[in-house]
C-alpha cells in the first residue's frame, strides 16, 4: 500500500463557474484557473500521482498547454488513473476536506462523491467528502479563495490465478 497526499487553492472570481469535484455549485464566484479550476479534483489527481511517484498535475498538464484551456478536471483525472493503471495501480479510498467560507457546500457533498466515483469506478463507501470554513480567518475566511486537501491509498492490482 502506498499513501498521496494532495492539495490545491485557487481564487474566487467574478465571471467563473464554480465547479467542485465535478459538480457545478451555484454561485456568485468561481474559481480561477487555465482548467476549470476545480480546486478538489486538482487535489485529487496530486494526491493519486504522489502515491504512485507520478509527479504532480503541473508536470503533466502544464498550464501553459492550450488542450488544458477550461478543460472538465474529471477528463484530466481520467488520464492520472490510466497513468496508475499503466504502473499497476488502483486506487482503494479518498478522503477529502475542502476548506471554504462561502458557499456552503453541505447539499452537494453526495454529488460530488458520486461524481469522483464515477470517474475512479470507486464505491461511494470509499471516497469521502468533508467541507470546513477558517472562522474567518486568512484567504479562505475572507473569502478570496478555497482550499483542498486530499489524502489516498492505493495499491498493487490484486493478482488471480
Known sequence: MRIGFGYDVHKLT????????????????????????????HAVMDALL??????DIGLHFPDNKMEYKDIDSRKLLEIVIKLLQKKGYVCNNLDCTIVAQYPKLAPFREEMRESICNVLGMQIDSVNIKAT??????FVGREEGIAAYVVCTIDEYPIFG
Do not use: F, Q, Y
Open 14 to 41: 467574478e465571471g467563473r463557474r464554480l465547479v467542485l469535484g465535478g459538480v457545478e455549485i451555484p454561485s456568485e464566484k468561481g474559481l480561477l484557473g487555465h482548467s476549470d479550476a476545480d480546486v478538489l479534483i
Open 50 to 55: 504522489g502515491a504512485a511517484g507520478l509527479g
Open 133 to 138: 470554513t477558517t472562522e474567518g480567518l486568512g
